[in-house]
């Protein structure tokens, strides 16, 4: 388990982070959610030891980042949105190395790695040679190595194609379903952080908005796409029937509401409704809704 | 101290496995066989056998592959072998943070003041490299163009002037080169230190660089004269004087003490600030 327990940063006195706490539960994909500069690359280095918090502590496994840093990442591993290898050397060369930061592996388990990632045919490449989507892979398989309880993930879909985050989510699945792994997964991408996590903290400009149960927080009320005939007439029948825009034709409706009333109270009002489709809760509206409270 | 060994492997393989690395090998090779070429010009000749032969000795004696060999180690070693000294050690810690290989490392079980430990040995396994092969070459250019002989020495700045027999010349040679190591390693360990700042790479190589040539001018300015104990290039010049008749050791081990404690300051300063930064993208 990862506990964040009262981190916070400053950079030159200015505050990057404002004290929070974060929970990562054994064995699930939690998601770190947030705009640029929002903290969430500064959150991740506290937990690697990158970055020394201000105030407070993290502990992987009961173990304290800040007071026994190689002990607590000795079952660790992490990538970044930028994968930085060593280019003049080939991919086997930097897999060797890197592992054996963290006591080496043996060959079998290399090659084990190797053909996960897939990138089997090109590793005694020089990485100069790589591509973005192979330089990830290399990423992955080098902290995947040391057969790590704990992965980080910064921005691991930064630069893929679709098919390479694809992919990504994938082998991501599979470290959690086959090997119990935790991931803590930071990303841009909501519709990827919404198929992988259950779970997210939220940031915006340094400050925690949210954390845990996405879905749960964002069940209560009823989502639904209308579109009127006459919008001015529809505006004080949602009014009253307290129903908020979410923009785009989007609206939610009160938990306890009942959209065909709604719909018949609109026509009766001569809003003329031609579409109305109920809607899931997305991440993005919920992640916006809670940057913008 | 099993991580630091490991660490200090990683390192010279990653030191060695680049070709830039090979550049300062490279470069003094085409030096050395440059500058036995100008040391064979006729007036540079003249120039040389007079001054032996002012001494009151035979050219044709003196006049031999070791000499033309020291020659070449103290025009070159300061102000080349610095200068590829000091890119590497610039390079060192600096490149990994700007290329963000630092970061996957720093997530690995290894503590920080390993990892600069495991660099300034590196640091170390390179400048010993590099003078070894710098000092040889020089040596075995020299013997193949001029044959063996009696070693004529000639340092007005460190005031020795001596003549030695070939045997007991080449064995001052051989002697030279572990200290001329020891005195070229602040160079490396400045350059580590100021690559371990948030500045870039080029810009610890040119710091660390123009700190020993401004000491150098320094050194040599006529009004300075009674300062000249206190300049760094004073004490890392003394080398040459391995080649007195009667060898000072106790200068020689009092100038090395000193410089071994800069190293030693300049790395603990280094691990100092590399325990204490942020490393962030």
């Given at each position: 388990m990862i506990v964040f327990r009262g981190i916070a940063k400053q950079f030159k006195g200015r505050p990057a982070l404002l004290p929070f706490d974060l929970e990562v539960r054994r064995g699930e994909i939690f998601g770190l959610l947030g705009h640029n500069g929002a903290g969430k690359s500064t959150t991740l280095g506290i937990l690697l030891g990158h970055v020394q918090p201000s105030a407070g502590e993290v502990w992987i496994d009961g173990l304290s980042v800040q007071r026994n840093r190689c002990r607590a990442l000795r079952n660790t591993g992490a990538i970044f949105e930028t994968p930085c290898f060593y280019e003049y050397l080939s991919g086997w060369h930097n897999l060797r190395y890197f592992v054996s930061l963290s006591g080496g592996a043996e060959a079998g388990r290399v090659a084990e790695v190797i053909e996960l990632v897939g990138l089997g045919g090109r590793?005694?490449?020089?990485?100069?040679?790589?591509?973005h989507g192979m330089r990830q892979r290399l990423a992955l398989a080098q902290a995947l190595l040391p057969r790590p309880d704990f992965l980080v993930l910064d921005e691991p879909n930064d630069g893929l194609d679709p098919e390479g985050i694809q992919e990504m989510r994938a082998i991501l699945l599979r470290l959690r379903d086959e090997s119990g792994m935790t991931l803590l997964f930071s990303s841009h991408i909501l519709s990827e952080v919404e198929q992988l996590c259950e779970r997210v903290a939220i940031l915006n400009q340094g400050r925690q908005v949210f954390c845990g149960r996405w879905q749960e927080a964002a069940g209560s009320g009823q989502r639904v796409r209308l579109k009127f005939r006459n919008p001015a007439a529809a505006a004080p029948v949602l009014e009253r029937a307290a129903v908020r825009s979410l923009g785009d034709g989007r609206y939610l409706l009160p938990e306890d509401a009942d959209l065909a009333a709604l719909i018949a109270a609109l026509a009766a009002a001569g809003a003329e409704v031609e579409e109305a489709f109920p809607q899931r809760a997305s991440l993005e509206d919920f992640y916006l809704g809670r940057i913008h409270a | 101290m099993s991580a630091l060994l490991t660490l200090t492997r990683g390192e010279l393989f990653k030191l060695f496995a680049r070709k830039r690395t090979y550049l300062g090998f490279a470069a003094f090779l085409g030096l050395e066989i440059l500058l036995l070429w100008v040391l064979q010009l006729e007036p540079v000749r003249k120039n040389l056998e007079r001054t032996i032969e002012q001494a009151g000795y035979g050219a044709n004696d003196y006049l031999s592959g070791l000499t033309l060999a020291l020659l070449i180690l103290m025009w070159t070693t300061f102000l080349l072998g610095a200068l590829y000294l000091a890119l590497v050690g610039g390079d060192i810690f600096g490149k990994e943070v700007e290329d963000g290989t630092l970061r996957l490392i720093l997530c690995r079980p290894v503590e920080r003041y390993q990892i600069v430990l495991a660099k300034a040995i590196a640091c170390g396994v390179y400048t010993a490299a590099l003078i070894a092969f710098i000092s040889l070459s020089a040596l075995a250019t020299g013997l193949l163009r001029q044959g063996m002989g009696g070693l004529f020495v000639f340092a007005p700045l460190e005031g020795v002037f001596a003549l030695h027999d070939a045997g007991p010349g080449l064995a001052r040679y051989l002697l030279a080169i572990p200290l001329i190591g020891l005195s070229l390693l602040p160079v490396s360990c400045l350059a580590l230190f100021l690559s371990?700042?948030?500045?870039k790479p080029a810009a610890a190589t040119v710091l660390a660089l123009s700190f020993f040539f401004v000491d150098n001018i320094l050194r040599n300015i006529p009004y300075l004269e009674s300062l000249k104990p206190f300049f760094l290039t004073t004490r890392m010049s003394s080398?040459?004087?391995?080649?007195?008749?009667?060898?000072p050791w106790e200068l020689l081990m009092e100038n090395n003490l000193w410089l071994a404690g800069i190293n030693v300051t300049l790395i603990l300063a280094a691990i100092a600030i590399v325990e204490n930064r942020d490393f962030k993208s």
């Open positions: 590793i005694h490449e020089r990485v100069n040679t790589y591509s | 371990c700042l948030r500045i080398w040459v004087q391995v080649f007195q008749y009667r060898i």
